[in-house]
């Protein structure tokens, strides 16, 4: 320091303690930072606060619609110019494959703690597994034996059933104003989408059969993570493994034959690959969503994607859907809007949200009683993008 003194003096041999001193704090506190992190997500609760915080109703919303939109151009590449026509199969890889990334998390000690075991009965975890591999299978059955109008005409009947469904476990009740909001939503979409009802006996029964699995999917998504401060990758975690297990009991009837006699080279590995990251990042950003919200605006807003699809391609790529289609697409869009406005605060008049439970105060709380007006801990309201899929779309995520 004697050549600093020399130079500047010891004014500057002050700044120089001051510059180091404040350094060392800086590195304190991110020290800190990163500790109070390590150990939140040590607990249930604490990886529950972290879910809400970061990930809030919008950056969920966005997150699962940019994915679904990416995952939708991979599985046309896949299933079209690679020519892999495995649907139920692709599906296990997407599922494998986000079982082995959560198995890496877990190795360095980033998966979130789940909640005690005693919070939540193994059969309500074996029934999500389940209920997701049949939900996936049967929606891509239905695809591959149905006209697109068809499947389409089953996703709507998905509404219904969410609310009958809640109604029915939960006591959970609806406002007439939604009803009739929920109603033009549904006749929106089917105006504009389905143009083909190519009746097959067969598809049909699929069809009717892949509505419940998908409504009691979701319920159970949403309510897992709402009432027993389950995080999305850890409730992936539990219940990837049942998942995989059925689709593997799933495959050889609903698959054709042929898989192993497929070209594994390393181009086509690759987009395959590709799908399933894409896959697993579908699937954890379409459970925070059902988190984050309620099954039903989960259900509701996935028709969105369709809208706009239809809609931007009429207007950007001068497509020509017909009058009557995008006159259903813009009833819907009105629809969802009025179905957003009734969901802000202040606005809805159901006023069995009074039975609202405080955010998490214990591991297991009763049901809401209409969680679909409230996003996380913030009471912001979020009407969340699902999953819609094209004829060569896959149908594996929540």
């Known amino acids: ?31 800190e930072l990163r500790s109070s992190l390590y150990n939140e997500l040590k607990t249930s609760e604490g990886a529950k606060r972290q879910q809400q915080r970061f990930c809030g109703p919008v950056v969920a919303m966005s997150f699962n619609f940019v994915v679904a939109v990416g995952i939708i ?21 997407h599922y494998a494959v986000a079982w082995i990334l959560l198995a890496f998390f877990k190795s360095l000690s980033l998966l979130p703690m789940s909640p005690p075991s005693k919070t939540t009965p193994f059969s309500s975890l074996f029934s999500l597994g389940a209920v997701m591999a049949f939900a996936s299978g049967l929606a891509n059955t239905s695809l591959k034996h149905n006209s697109v109008g068809f499947y389409q ?42 143009t083909d009802l190519e009746f097959n006996l ?36 539990k219940t990837t493994p049942f998942t ?25 590995s690759s987009a395959i690959l590709v799908s399933a990251l894409l896959g697993f990042l579908l699937q954890w950003s379409g ?19 369709t809208c706009v699809i239809l809609l931007g391609g009429y207007v950007i790529f001068g497509s020509d859907p017909g009058f009557i289609s995008i006159c259903g697409a813009v009833a819907a869009l009105a629809g969802m809007s009025v179905y957003t ?5 202040g ?17 297991v709380s009763k049901p809401k009683a209409d969680s679909d007006e409230v996003g996380g801990e913030t009471g912001v309201p979020l009407l969340s993008v699902e999953l819609d899929l094209s004829k060569t779309t896959n149908a594996n995520i929540v």
């Open 1 to 31: 320091m004697g050549l600093v003194d020399s130079l500047f003096g010891k004014d500057a041999r002050k700044f120089l303690k001051r510059k180091d001193s404040d350094a060392a704090e800086a590195g304190r506190a991110l020290e």
């Open 73 to 93: 151009l991979a599985n046309k590449l896949v299933m079209g110019r690679v020519g892999f026509n495995f649907p139920i199969f692709l599906t296990l890889i």
């Open 153 to 194: 005409m089953a996703k709507i009947a998905v509404t219904p059933t969410i609310v009958l469904a809640e109604f029915v476990l939960f006591k959970k009740t609806i406002s007439s104003t939604k009803v009739i909001a929920l109603a033009v939503v549904s006749l929106g979409v089917a105006v504009a989408t389905v």
């Open 202 to 237: 067969f598809g049909a029964l699929v069809a009717v059969a892949w509505i419940i699995p998908s409504a009691i999917n979701k319920i159970l998504w949403s309510n897992l993570q709402q009432q027993a401060n389950w995080t999305a990758l850890a409730l992936m975690w």
């Open 244 to 268: 995989v297990f059925f689709l593997l009991a799933l495959m050889p009837w609903l698959d054709p034959p042929g898989v192993l006699l497929f070209k594994w080279d390393w181009g086509n």
């Open 287 to 305: 459970a925070l969503a059902l988190g984050a919200t309620s099954a039903t605006s989960h259900v509701v807003l996935g028709q969105f994607k």
């Open 341 to 345: 406005w009734l969901n802000l605060p």
């Open 347 to 363: 606005k809805s008049i159901d006023y069995s949200s009074s039975k609202l439970l405080p955010k998490q105060n214990t591991a």
